[in-house]
């Protein structure tokens, strides 16, 4: 619910203004709030200049704060600089980078504020989900030879998802488009903390087919995997950067 303390409230209606689900009017030179469309985004409390507003249900508390800007030069030359990595050492992570990579994920933005992505830290079932998925791509594999060329020089040892990376966390939700902006948050911070990050689409495929994989990490029909995270330090280094298709615009 939201609470509006009547003797901070100033009635200025600035959460009025900047409320996506109309659930907050101005009477009688206070704050109301109808608690019938909420969608719980929190965006009345942030804007709140007294600090009246409360939403209740949540665990974390909030904060004071002035929005934090990245330098933008650094920030596109981390973006041009970033390669995907698919050879790591076996030095472990820290758990503090760990909890850093998934709040990372809890914090990004999420469609009318659903919150609905969820992860998966694959610890002890990680080898052997690595191994049914093993299996099932051979398989797939020997047919496929026979319809694309490049599947036939395509080599699946028993490291061929994970790469011997000491972290993967799947990323489950049934948006796609949220989980994604969540994945890229985590993809971010792991860098951050020089990490480097493989996206396995071939290992999200396998888990939303198997449902070995699916029984091993109990996963429900309901969920769907969106995509796997395979993190680590990185065993090798770029020395440049690579090309890029020019970009394509369209101004309508």
Do not use: W
């Amino acid at each position: 619910m939201i609470i509006i303390d009547k003797n901070k409230c100033i009635g200025c209606s600035l959460c009025v203004k900047d409320c996506v689900a109309f659930d907050l009017k101005v009477k009688n030179g206070k704050a109301v709030a109808a608690n019938k469309s909420c969608i719980q985004c929190g965006h009345c409390e942030a804007i709140c200049p007294k600090g009246a507003i409360t939403i209740t249900g949540f665990h974390d508390k909030t904060i004071e704060m002035e929005q934090v800007r990245l330098n933008p030069k650094e920030y596109l030359e981390s973006i041009q600089t970033r390669r995907t990595v698919r050879q790591f050492t076996s030095q472990s992570i820290p758990q503090e980078v760990i909890d850093m990579i998934l709040e990372a994920g809890r914090l990004a933005p999420t469609g009318g504020n659903g919150q609905g992505t969820s992860y998966i830290i694959l610890d002890q079932k990680k080898e052997v989900c690595e191994q049914i998925a093993v299996q099932m791509f051979r398989k797939g594999i020997n047919l496929g030879k026979r319809l694309i060329a490049f599947l036939s020089n395509m080599e699946i040892d028993d490291h061929f998802f994970f790469k011997k990376a000491p972290l993967v966390i799947l990323i489950m939700g049934k948006d796609k488009v949220s989980a994604s902006l969540a994945a890229q948050n985590m993809a971010t911070m792991a860098e951050a903390n020089g990490l480097g990050v493989l996206f396995s689409g071939f290992f999200t495929t396998s888990v939303n087919l198997s449902k070995k994989i699916k029984k091993e990490l109990g996963i429900s029909r309901k969920e769907k995997a969106v995509t796997t995270l395979v993190i680590g330090y990185p065993a090798v280094k770029y020395n440049r950067t690579v090309h890029r298709k020019d970009i394509k615009v369209r101004v309508c």
